[in-house]
Protein backbone atom coordinates (compact mmCIF):
# COMPACT_ATOMS: atom_id res chain seq x y z
CA UNK A 1 0.00 0.00 0.00
CA UNK A 2 2.87 2.48 1.14
CA UNK A 3 4.80 1.88 -2.32
CA UNK A 4 1.33 2.31 -4.23
CA UNK A 5 0.59 5.42 -2.58
CA UNK A 6 4.25 6.73 -2.95
CA UNK A 7 3.87 5.83 -6.89
CA UNK A 8 0.32 7.80 -7.25
CA UNK A 9 2.35 10.52 -4.95
CA UNK A 10 5.12 10.87 -7.90
CA UNK A 11 2.74 11.14 -10.82
CA UNK A 12 0.42 13.40 -9.60
CA UNK A 13 3.53 15.31 -9.03
CA UNK A 14 5.32 15.03 -12.40
CA UNK A 15 1.61 15.81 -14.00
CA UNK A 16 1.79 19.00 -11.73
CA UNK A 17 5.05 20.18 -12.82
CA UNK A 18 4.02 19.36 -16.68
CA UNK A 19 0.73 21.66 -16.20
CA UNK A 20 2.63 24.10 -14.34
CA UNK A 21 5.22 24.22 -16.91
CA UNK A 22 2.55 24.53 -20.15
CA UNK A 23 0.89 27.52 -18.03
CA UNK A 24 4.59 29.27 -18.22
CA UNK A 25 4.98 28.35 -21.89
CA UNK A 26 1.51 29.93 -22.51
CA UNK A 27 1.77 33.17 -20.64
CA UNK A 28 5.17 33.83 -22.29
CA UNK A 29 3.73 33.31 -25.61
CA UNK A 30 0.80 35.47 -24.67
CA UNK A 31 3.81 38.26 -23.64
CA UNK A 32 4.86 37.95 -26.64
CA UNK A 33 2.28 38.63 -28.92
CA UNK A 34 3.33 42.07 -28.69
CA UNK A 35 6.63 41.48 -29.54
CA UNK A 36 5.48 39.66 -32.94
CA UNK A 37 7.78 41.14 -35.32
CA UNK A 38 10.55 41.00 -32.84
CA UNK A 39 9.90 36.94 -32.25
CA UNK A 40 12.92 35.73 -34.62
CA UNK A 41 15.67 37.69 -32.91
CA UNK A 42 14.16 36.78 -29.20
CA UNK A 43 13.72 32.89 -30.39
CA UNK A 44 16.38 32.08 -33.18
CA UNK A 45 20.02 30.99 -32.27
CA UNK A 46 22.84 29.92 -33.92
CA UNK A 47 25.81 27.55 -32.68
CA UNK A 48 29.10 27.27 -34.49
CA UNK A 49 30.16 23.60 -36.57
CA UNK A 50 32.67 23.16 -33.16
CA UNK A 51 29.60 23.97 -30.79
CA UNK A 52 26.60 22.35 -29.10
CA UNK A 53 23.89 24.26 -27.23
CA UNK A 54 22.25 22.25 -24.05
CA UNK A 55 18.46 23.90 -23.60
CA UNK A 56 17.51 23.80 -19.82
CA UNK A 57 13.43 24.63 -19.85
CA UNK A 58 12.61 26.30 -16.37
CA UNK A 59 16.24 24.53 -15.17
CA UNK A 60 15.07 20.79 -16.21
CA UNK A 61 16.98 19.26 -19.29
CA UNK A 62 15.30 19.56 -22.60
CA UNK A 63 15.08 15.95 -23.68
CA UNK A 64 16.67 14.83 -26.77
CA UNK A 65 20.22 15.53 -27.82
CA UNK A 66 22.26 18.90 -28.02
CA UNK A 67 21.26 21.10 -30.55
CA UNK A 68 23.39 22.38 -33.37
CA UNK A 69 25.69 22.93 -35.39
CA UNK A 70 23.14 25.90 -36.87
CA UNK A 71 19.92 27.36 -36.07
CA UNK A 72 17.56 26.37 -33.05
CA UNK A 73 14.88 27.70 -31.53
CA UNK A 74 14.08 28.60 -27.65
CA UNK A 75 11.22 29.63 -25.82
CA UNK A 76 12.24 33.41 -24.46
CA UNK A 77 12.24 34.06 -20.17
CA UNK A 78 11.79 29.81 -19.80
CA UNK A 79 14.66 28.09 -22.32
CA UNK A 80 18.08 29.00 -21.18
CA UNK A 81 21.09 27.16 -23.02
CA UNK A 82 24.64 26.84 -22.50
CA UNK A 83 27.38 26.64 -25.49
CA UNK A 84 29.81 23.78 -25.34
CA UNK A 85 33.05 23.79 -27.29
CA UNK A 86 33.84 20.15 -28.54
CA UNK A 87 37.28 21.15 -30.16
CA UNK A 88 40.35 19.87 -28.81
CA UNK A 89 41.51 21.12 -25.82
CA UNK A 90 45.35 21.56 -24.44
CA UNK A 91 46.18 21.65 -20.42
CA UNK A 92 49.24 21.86 -19.19
CA UNK A 93 50.51 20.37 -15.86
CA UNK A 94 52.40 22.16 -14.02
CA UNK A 95 55.81 20.59 -12.58
CA UNK A 96 55.20 17.91 -10.32
CA UNK A 97 57.39 17.01 -7.32
CA UNK A 98 57.41 13.64 -7.23
CA UNK A 99 59.45 10.61 -5.15
CA UNK A 100 60.45 7.66 -7.38
CA UNK A 101 60.47 3.91 -6.97
CA UNK A 102 63.97 4.33 -6.03
CA UNK A 103 63.99 7.70 -3.71
CA UNK A 104 64.85 10.23 -6.09
CA UNK A 105 63.34 13.21 -6.26
CA UNK A 106 62.83 14.35 -9.63
CA UNK A 107 59.90 17.29 -10.89
CA UNK A 108 57.78 16.51 -14.10
CA UNK A 109 55.49 18.72 -16.18
CA UNK A 110 53.45 17.15 -18.93
CA UNK A 111 50.33 17.71 -21.63
CA UNK A 112 47.05 16.42 -21.59
CA UNK A 113 44.73 17.12 -24.69
CA UNK A 114 41.67 16.26 -24.45
CA UNK A 115 38.01 17.23 -25.90
CA UNK A 116 34.09 16.89 -25.01
CA UNK A 117 32.37 14.76 -26.91
CA UNK A 118 29.17 14.98 -24.71
CA UNK A 119 28.09 17.77 -24.29
CA UNK A 120 25.05 16.96 -21.46
CA UNK A 121 27.49 14.91 -19.64
CA UNK A 122 30.00 17.80 -19.57
CA UNK A 123 27.38 20.01 -18.38
CA UNK A 124 25.01 17.80 -15.91
CA UNK A 125 27.67 15.32 -14.57
CA UNK A 126 30.42 17.21 -13.49
CA UNK A 127 30.28 21.01 -12.36
CA UNK A 128 33.64 22.53 -14.13
CA UNK A 129 34.50 20.16 -16.41
CA UNK A 130 37.88 21.54 -17.60
CA UNK A 131 38.80 22.43 -14.28
CA UNK A 132 38.35 18.43 -12.74
CA UNK A 133 40.08 17.30 -15.47
CA UNK A 134 42.91 19.03 -15.20
CA UNK A 135 43.47 18.28 -11.39
CA UNK A 136 42.66 14.47 -12.25
CA UNK A 137 45.37 14.90 -14.99
CA UNK A 138 47.66 16.13 -11.92
CA UNK A 139 47.44 13.39 -9.67
CA UNK A 140 47.32 10.72 -12.39
CA UNK A 141 50.62 11.87 -12.70
CA UNK A 142 51.73 11.96 -9.60
CA UNK A 143 50.64 8.42 -8.91
CA UNK A 144 51.86 6.88 -12.48
CA UNK A 145 55.32 7.88 -12.18
CA UNK A 146 55.62 7.22 -7.87
CA UNK A 147 55.46 3.63 -9.32
CA UNK A 148 58.74 4.12 -11.72
CA UNK A 149 62.29 4.05 -11.29
CA UNK A 150 64.21 7.20 -12.26
CA UNK A 151 65.91 4.99 -15.20
CA UNK A 152 62.27 3.68 -16.09
CA UNK A 153 61.11 7.24 -16.23
CA UNK A 154 63.98 8.85 -18.53
CA UNK A 155 63.68 5.93 -20.68
CA UNK A 156 60.10 4.84 -21.11
CA UNK A 157 58.30 7.90 -21.91
CA UNK A 158 56.04 6.27 -24.70
CA UNK A 159 54.50 3.64 -22.33
CA UNK A 160 54.03 6.14 -19.56
CA UNK A 161 52.01 8.49 -21.85
CA UNK A 162 50.26 5.86 -22.79
CA UNK A 163 49.18 4.45 -19.08
CA UNK A 164 48.26 8.42 -18.08
CA UNK A 165 46.26 7.98 -21.32
CA UNK A 166 44.01 5.38 -20.53
CA UNK A 167 43.75 5.88 -17.25
CA UNK A 168 42.48 9.44 -17.71
CA UNK A 169 40.08 8.49 -20.39
CA UNK A 170 38.63 5.72 -18.12
CA UNK A 171 38.32 7.97 -14.95
CA UNK A 172 36.40 10.86 -17.31
CA UNK A 173 34.53 8.47 -19.65
CA UNK A 174 31.25 9.63 -17.46
CA UNK A 175 31.99 13.23 -17.67
CA UNK A 176 31.53 13.20 -21.59
CA UNK A 177 35.31 13.92 -22.16
CA UNK A 178 37.48 12.14 -24.66
CA UNK A 179 41.57 12.05 -23.56
CA UNK A 180 43.03 11.96 -26.84
CA UNK A 181 47.47 12.38 -26.29
CA UNK A 182 49.53 12.46 -22.77
CA UNK A 183 52.73 13.88 -23.44
CA UNK A 184 55.81 14.27 -21.02
CA UNK A 185 57.17 17.54 -21.27
CA UNK A 186 60.11 18.03 -18.99
CA UNK A 187 62.19 15.79 -16.24
CA UNK A 188 64.13 18.09 -14.13
CA UNK A 189 66.76 16.50 -11.54
CA UNK A 190 68.30 17.56 -8.49
CA UNK A 191 71.39 19.55 -9.26
CA UNK A 192 73.95 17.01 -7.34
CA UNK A 193 71.98 13.96 -9.43
CA UNK A 194 72.78 15.87 -12.68
CA UNK A 195 76.66 16.44 -11.46
CA UNK A 196 76.87 12.53 -10.64
CA UNK A 197 75.10 11.29 -14.23
CA UNK A 198 77.71 14.08 -15.92
CA UNK A 199 80.84 12.86 -14.19
CA UNK A 200 79.34 8.99 -14.72
CA UNK A 201 78.86 9.87 -18.78
CA UNK A 202 82.24 11.13 -18.56
CA UNK A 203 84.28 8.46 -17.52
CA UNK A 204 82.28 6.39 -19.38
CA UNK A 205 83.24 7.68 -22.35
CA UNK A 206 87.25 8.17 -20.85
CA UNK A 207 86.96 4.03 -20.57
CA UNK A 208 85.64 3.67 -24.10
CA UNK A 209 88.53 5.90 -25.66
CA UNK A 210 91.24 4.29 -23.64
CA UNK A 211 89.87 1.08 -24.65
CA UNK A 212 89.90 2.27 -28.59
CA UNK A 213 93.22 3.26 -28.43
CA UNK A 214 94.36 0.01 -27.00
CA UNK A 215 92.67 -1.89 -29.63
CA UNK A 216 94.78 0.31 -32.34
CA UNK A 217 98.16 -0.13 -30.33
CA UNK A 218 97.45 -3.94 -30.12
CA UNK A 219 96.62 -3.24 -34.59
CA UNK A 220 99.24 -1.34 -34.88
CA UNK A 221 101.87 -3.85 -33.15
CA UNK A 222 100.19 -6.69 -35.63
CA UNK A 223 100.87 -4.57 -38.25
CA UNK A 224 104.79 -4.08 -37.35
CA UNK A 225 105.20 -7.30 -36.87
CA UNK A 226 103.82 -8.42 -40.17
CA UNK A 227 106.29 -6.04 -41.94
CA UNK A 228 109.25 -7.38 -39.90
CA UNK A 229 108.39 -10.81 -41.00
CA UNK A 230 108.16 -9.74 -44.88
CA UNK A 231 111.31 -7.59 -44.46
CA UNK A 232 113.11 -10.86 -42.90
CA UNK A 233 111.67 -12.93 -45.52
CA UNK A 234 113.15 -10.73 -48.36
CA UNK A 235 116.03 -8.62 -47.99
CA UNK A 236 115.73 -6.75 -51.10
CA UNK A 237 112.60 -5.19 -49.30
CA UNK A 238 114.53 -3.23 -46.65
CA UNK A 239 116.42 -1.81 -49.07
CA UNK A 240 113.45 -1.20 -50.94
CA UNK A 241 112.34 0.83 -47.59
CA UNK A 242 115.79 2.62 -47.07
CA UNK A 243 115.46 4.22 -50.88
CA UNK A 244 112.02 5.48 -49.49
CA UNK A 245 113.03 6.89 -46.52
CA UNK A 246 115.75 8.98 -48.20
CA UNK A 247 113.98 10.04 -51.49
CA UNK A 248 111.03 11.60 -48.44
CA UNK A 249 113.51 13.27 -46.70
CA UNK A 250 115.67 14.62 -49.91
CA UNK A 251 112.24 16.20 -50.47
CA UNK A 252 111.90 18.51 -47.60
CA UNK A 253 114.06 21.47 -46.96
CA UNK A 254 116.17 20.39 -43.76
CA UNK A 255 119.19 21.71 -43.12
CA UNK A 256 120.82 18.18 -41.05
CA UNK A 257 119.98 14.76 -42.24
CA UNK A 258 121.22 11.73 -41.10
CA UNK A 259 121.88 8.75 -43.25
CA UNK A 260 121.47 5.72 -41.69
CA UNK A 261 123.94 2.46 -41.88
CA UNK A 262 122.70 -0.90 -43.36
CA UNK A 263 123.14 -3.65 -40.43
CA UNK A 264 124.79 -5.41 -42.33
CA UNK A 265 127.50 -2.99 -43.36
CA UNK A 266 128.35 -2.43 -39.72
CA UNK A 267 128.60 -5.77 -38.82
CA UNK A 268 131.50 -6.32 -41.62
CA UNK A 269 133.20 -3.01 -40.06
CA UNK A 270 133.07 -4.82 -36.71
CA UNK A 271 134.44 -8.14 -37.75
CA UNK A 272 137.13 -6.32 -39.55
CA UNK A 273 138.37 -4.67 -36.51
CA UNK A 274 141.04 -6.57 -34.61
CA UNK A 275 140.59 -6.87 -30.97
CA UNK A 276 143.41 -5.73 -28.68
CA UNK A 277 143.85 -7.96 -25.76
CA UNK A 278 143.80 -5.92 -22.17
Known sequence: MDNQQSGNRAEDDGQDRNICEYV?????????????????????????????????????????????????????????????????????????????????????????????????????????????????????????LGTKSLAEILSQRDEISDAMQASLDQATDPWGVKVERVELKDVRLPVQLQRAMAAEAEADKEAKAKIIAAQGEQDASKALKHAADVIQDCPAALQLRYLQTLNSVGSKKNDTIIFPLPLELLRTMMRATPTHAH
Open 24 to 144: YIFFSLLCMLPLLPLIPVLTLRTVQEYERAVIFRLGRLVSGEAKGPGLFFIIPCIDEFKRVDLRTQTYDIPPQEILTKDSVTVAVDAVVYYRIQNAISSLTNVENVHLSTGLLAQSTLRNT
